[in-house]
């Protein structure tokens, strides 16, 4: 057991636990940040998707140790009031079935549309292909994300 | 934010409104009078209840209870959508709560067979319009007035001639003291104002920002953490295991073994309890067990599917459903078609593994998950922990996926053992492996197709289904055929088929299984549409029409023209395959058309999926059109893209790196139409998958000419 400082949503926060302990872990078990989701532990689905540094990571591949003090932010970070373009494209366009990936799917779209303001089907296709939504939303997903471009080029 | 339930609620009456079980109850708190309340938020109860489903509380906050299970197919917002509508309220103003597993005053809650609409709207309706009544009855007492001088609209009643108006909260004490009106009248279809629309649905902001409680979300007060380290070999026991190495892990608190029921058998695991799921899973890695696997038939999946061949060419099986005779006609004809498909087994894979907390109090049970069917878990945890079923309290979360396998009993059952045995509030989490490899799987199911056409007509159609029947374990009789055999088929081509046959071969390997969306017509509807294709071809007819000249039904008619519209079938390039599929189930019946091409390097590339659905009464387009386009996909992974293989008896594919699912990439551009008709409910959350196989396999056939009957295929190798 280690005690660690970490920076989450803009806060910070101390947790004592064993240093191999996934990320997704410490926000699930410790921080009761559960919008994060396991759904593989193996960085094969995207679900547990958080952004380090604004840089998405598959969180249950992340020992807390690694950490440092880079900024975490979870899906409880992106607003407080579902306000974010992605949030509210995703609102929008009626993407979540059972919602279970949906956090994962919104992490990386934000990753995505910081880096590149209006992606293209190609982009979008390799941003997102490592999330899986059983519930198949991907259509929909596509057109949300087109959306939040607009709103987010709009904006700026 | 999470549903808050309703059951500290103590209700001094209660009469039955109808057969269904209605509680016209009327709430006291502990000074016995009428409470004065209530922010559902922050109170244990909802206000006065009206009945089951509908509670208002004296400022006017209505909230209304989802009796059925959450797991992407809408009932959060159809079940309140359809209350709304005949209460008259403002669905973006009501809370919105989870019900209890309780038979007694829900009915039946298993969300399965895409009954949740078809199954309760008339009885919703009509309480919900009975409810409206008595708050109408209640405002027009209050002001010396008749009820026919008096109309509800968003939460108030209104005193047409003077404008005078009171919000249900200052009515609802008053109405709950009279007779539920017996006869109500219903809205026209016509005058819907919030069914039929595609309103967005009340879940999309939670789970749009991490506040959605799935079942893996749930924490209550001194909650351990549990996984188990089961037989891998599906209904293995434990011989021997050294916990010492878990016992050292930082965070282990306990280590025993634990029996789970799986219907009639039994699967042996140990569990380890920690304090953190890591603790928990770190406790596991350090177990060493030893399997007892005697009894165990080490299975295979060439073993399977080659008996089940052999039974198919061998065995007439038991007749499911006989039109004429198609016996004698096959065997004068010379140039019979007869074939073989062949379908996989498949794991649900929900997004959202297994998961369970249990709470053993000793005398009394809570537990929360995502389960399917509370009322089910309730009496099953009575009888297995003998404990009263009213003390078995049942809590849904959202459920991250279901497609059946969370209507199962097996992990529900091993939370409250563990619970017990732990002395403590638990959460059992099941890896992504686990959840992949333990089963219950959809049966694969293998068919054997025997056809002959004359003239472009057909003369006789024999079908045999040759699988493993999911009542068998749920302890249906052997000796009688499954009951899905006809499951997916559309009823209709009975009409215009002379001789025709179904039966159902018994198969039994020791893998569990259990529904899994659409379940049979998954697999059936692949083969008897892919069937009816090959009968097209031998006809000489086009495969659309030919289904035109055999479901001469209004319905079907209209359907088929819709997707030949839309899909530009007549149309039609060279150099362009287009497939079409028809079934039924649940209800609703739904065509598609799939076109394909080649792409610059020769792989087939899917262009488009129209599909146009009939599921008669509806309540909203929107998830109406997401459940098609859900379903698709669904089927778009399971006949391209993955299969759960068996070797020495255990499940091969473990985790999402081998049990490859479509991706965003993957996707081809999908056009869902809805048939708008007066007919009665039909399901929603199902009936979309089974025609797509056929139309994609049948679009192959059209380009290439290349019949594919064994899935999975692989779309770049064909």
Known sequence: MATFKLHVNGKEKQVDVDPATPVLWVLRDHLELTGTKYGCGVAACGACTVHLDGVPVRSCQLPVAAIGIKKITTIEGLSDNNSHPVQAAWIEEQVPQCGYCQSGQIMAAVALLQKKTSPTDADIDAAMQGHICRCGTYPRIREAIKKASKKMSVKG | ???????????????????????????????????????????????????????????????????????????????????????????????????????????????????????????????????????????????????????????????????????????????????????????????????????????????????AVFGIDKKIPGMLYAMVERNPRLRGKVKSYDDSAALKVPGVKKVFKVTMKVFSTDREGVAVVADSTWAAMQGRKALKVVWDDTGFEYVSTEEIYKKMKAELQSKDGLSAKKQGDPDPVLAQQKNKLDVIYETPYQAHACMEPLNCVAHHKGDSIEIWGPIQAPDWVQGDISQKMGIKKENVQVNMTFLGGGFGRKAFLDYTHEACLISKEAGAPVQVIWTREDDMTQGPFRPGVSYRAEGAVNNGEITAVKFRMCGQNIGHWMGSKKDVPNDSVLEGFQPHYFDNIKNISFSDIPFETPVPIMWWRSVYASTNGFAYESFMDELAVAAGKDPLAFRKQYLKNERCQKLLEKVEELSGWKARKPKQGYGVAITECFSSTVAQVVKVSKDATGKIKIDKVWAVIDCGWYVNADTVRAQVEGSIIMALGAATNHEIHFKDGLAVEKNFTTYRMPRINEIPPIEVHIMDNNEDAGGVGEPGLPPFTPALTNAIFDLTGKRIRKLPFDLAKV
Request: some cysteine; proline content about 3%; glycine content about 8%.
């Open chain 2, 1 to 211: 934010m999470e549903p808050k339930d309703i059951s500290r609620r103590k209700f001094i009456r209660a009469t039955g409104l109808s057969a269904t079980a209605l509680t016209l109850g009327f709430y006291f708190s502990g000074e016995s009078k009428a409470s004065t309340i209530i922010k559902g938020e922050d109170a244990e109860n909802y206000g006065v209840s009206l009945n089951s489903w509908i509670h208002i509380d004296t400022n006017g906050k209505v909230t209304i209870v989802c009796h059925r299970a959450e797991m992407g197919q809408g009932a959060y917002q159809a079940i309140p959508q359809m209350i709304a509508e005949e209460l008259e309220v403002n669905l973006n103003e009501v809370n919105i709560i989870f019900g209890k597993g309780d038979t007694v005053k829900y009915g039946s809650q298993v969300t399965g067979g895409s009954s949740t609409v078809r199954g309760s709207y008339k009885n919703l309706l009509k309480l919900s319009a009975s409810a409206r009544d008595m708050l109408i009855t209640a405002a027009a007492a209050k002001w010396s007035v008749s009820t026919a001088e008096c109309f509800a609209e968003a939460g108030h009643v209104i005193h047409r001639s003077s404008g005078k108006k009171m919000h249900y909260g200052e009515l609802v004490v008053d109405a709950s003291k009279l007779e539920a009106p017996k006869n109500v009248q219903l809205k026209k279809v016509a005058d819907y104002k919030l069914i039929r629309k595609p309103l967005p649905r009340q879940d999309t902001p939670l789970k749009t920002n991490g506040t």
